[in-house]
């Protein structure tokens, strides 16, 4: 039996209680970090994404799984940020100017904090500028931007368009989601990848940056 299956089952049942002690106990007991990380939380949280792409998991079930895989992550990365762990990649999540929703854009997060990515959040209503210098601040190889209004869907264009006026184009991926977002619009705008929900949104980060599941 894998030792770790009861802190996947933890997470997948969005008990952050039970998340807390064990990730505890595993420390006491001399288990690593990146072990528990690796091992227990991410294929936990793999676990919701599938049913949640799956239709057997919903927004309330993903949100409770959530909140009990960043309580484990909120021991573990102290230790993590002073051994030798390397996130899949950074990625700078935001919805973008003139939006403020942010249901779509947590999920995302959730989902790519998940599968071992590192997220910067920008929040909400962020302009080109602000994605830019998170950009720079933080070495992120890769951006998600999201907007859930029509009206608001310029403003991704607005935002890719400012990455490549100011030249670091060439150094980020770009996906893209939200609510009025297709596939289509991606290619249109010049983004690298169209992400239609959450759980797709890890897929589409790791054939980015070129990662392995």
Known sequence: MNIFEELQDAVITGDQDRVLEMTRRFLDEGRAAKEILQDGLIPGMAVVGQRFKDGEYFIPEMLLAARALN???????????????????????????????????????????????????????????????LVRESGAELVGLSALLTTTMPSIKDTIDAFVAEGVRDSVKIMIGGAPVSENYAQEIGADGYAKNSSAAVDVARELVGAHA
Do not use: W, Y
Not at 77 to 89: I, M, N, R
Not at 117 to 129: H, K, L
């Open 71 to 133: 309580a484990g992550l909120d021991i573990l990365k102290p230790l993590l940020e002073e051994s030798d762990f390397e996130p899949v990649a950074r990625v700078v999540v935001g919805t973008v100017k003139g939006d403020i929703h942010d249901i779509g854009k947590n999920l995302v997060s959730i989902m790519l904090r998940g599968g071992g990515f590192e997220v910067i959040d920008a929040g909400v209503d962020v302009p080109p500028q602000r994605f830019i210098e």
